[in-house]
């Protein structure tokens, strides 16, 4: 599934660097605004042990996981919204992207060049994250304001759908003018329809990195910045994942058993990209069904919520244009009883049809004629 999470922040948090840990696909990270321009786009593979297991079990003659798409979003300055620091050209970016990275530095670094080269100055994770957000929110503002009086006159003739709108548009646009994101504000179904139509940046999900300093990376409960990024993220529902961008650029460079070995010396149970990686997936609400055969084990990304003719179609357009049912099987299911066959002998091999939901984990078969 093409859906990708914009990795943004002020200019010098760490975010290219962080990029760089992510796809290893050599971003600039130099200490000076607007090092990244352009947004780089890198693939990720989403780590999940099922496939791994999987794998053990079937011995296929090859295995795929599924992947995640994370976009290196140029810093953003204040001001944005009026253009200042290639501001439109950046919240366009942002626009395109379906969840939001916001990396924070949460550490004091006096060789750090801080924005308008304020250099050595200590740290303010909540000013960094009000500019953000405030333009962003700027940015919504304007949107608003520009379908707000079109919209008005249109729902006064008793138009439908005008009136769903300017309903919305009323409950947004206070919100706005309070400095708050879009995000803050609960939504009915059919109130939700209208306002992903508006393609506001401040509804879009977001995911906090507060990244930390190398030495504080094993206890971030002890950093006052994080209980500071955490405080604020409560108040919007958001998470908060912990890194540290230079750890996990060094990790990135290591084979697999020397990873290990790291991330024990280093107090973490695993890296911190894998974690932002699940955390991201999580944001959006995907989840992974398996194909699992002898020529191939694969991992497949579906929005929870999908029915099975749409989780075949991510495979194929002609799987779900023919969908006729998916035989189906849990993953604990399989790792239990240890074949299919076995699965299938005490009854828990299943034959779903067109409405059945897709549930994490699932291992599916599809049937189709076409």
């Given at each position: ?6 990795i ?7 975010k290219?660097?962080?990029f760089n ?8 990270a ?21 496939l ?18 994370f ?45 308008n ?27 608003v ?9 249109i ?34 179904e ?59 650029e ?35 609400g995907?989840a ?18 999908m ?31 240890g ?29 189709f004629?076409?």
């Open positions: 599934m093409a859906l990708t999470a914009g943004v922040g002020l200019p010098n948090v760490g290219s660097t962080l840990a992510i796809t290893k696909a050599g971003a600039e130099a200490n000076y605004p607007f090092a990244t321009i352009d947004p780089n786009v890198g693939m990720v593979e989403v780590p999940d042990e099922r791994n297991k999987l794998t053990e079990l079937i011995k296929p003659k090859k295995t795929v996981p599924t992947t995640f798409e976009t290196d979003i140029a810093g953003i300055v204040k001001g944005a919204s009026r253009g200042e620091g290639l501001g439109n050209k950046f919240l366009a970016n942002i626009r395109e992207v379906d969840a939001i990275i916001h990396v924070v530095r949460a550490f004091d670094d006096e060789n750090v060049m801080r924005e080269n304020r250099e050595g100055e200590f740290i303010d994770p909540m000013a960094d994250i009000e500019t953000i957000n405030l333009e962003l929110i700027l940015a919504d503002l304007e949107s304001n520009k379908r707000y009086a079109r919209v008005e006159k729902a006064r003739t008793k138009d439908k759908d005008a009136v769903a709108e300017f309903n919305v548009l009323q409950k947004i646009k206070p919100v706005l003018e309070d400095g708050k994101s879009a995000r803050t504000i609960e939504f009915d059919d109130e939700a329809k209208v306002v992903k139509s508006l393609f506001l940046l401040t509804t879009k999900p977001v995911l906090y990195v507060a990244n930390v300093s190398e030495d504080e990376v094993g206890e971030p409960d002890n950093i006052e910045y994080v209980k500071q990024i955490r405080e604020f993220a409560a108040t919007e529902n958001a998470e908060v994942a912990i890194i540290s961008a230079r750890v996990e060094e990790i990135s460079e290591l084979e697999d058993d020397e990873k290990a070995e790291f991330l024990e010396a280093i107090g973490l149970q695993e890296s911190g990209v894998d974690m932002l990686t699940r955390a991201a997936y999580h944001l959006l995907l992974t069904y398996f194909t699992a055969g002898e020529k191939e084990v694969r991992a497949w990304t579906f929005k929870r919520g029915k099975a003719p749409q989780m075949a179609g991510i495979i194929h357009s002609d799987f779900e244009k023919g969908f006729i049912r998916a035989v189906t099987m849990s993953y604990e299911d399989l790792i239990k009883y074949s299919e066959k076995a699965v299938r002998e005490a009854g828990r091999l299943r034959e779903e049809g067109k409405d059945y939901v897709g549930q994490d984990g699932d291992i599916m078969e599809f049937r004629n076409v």
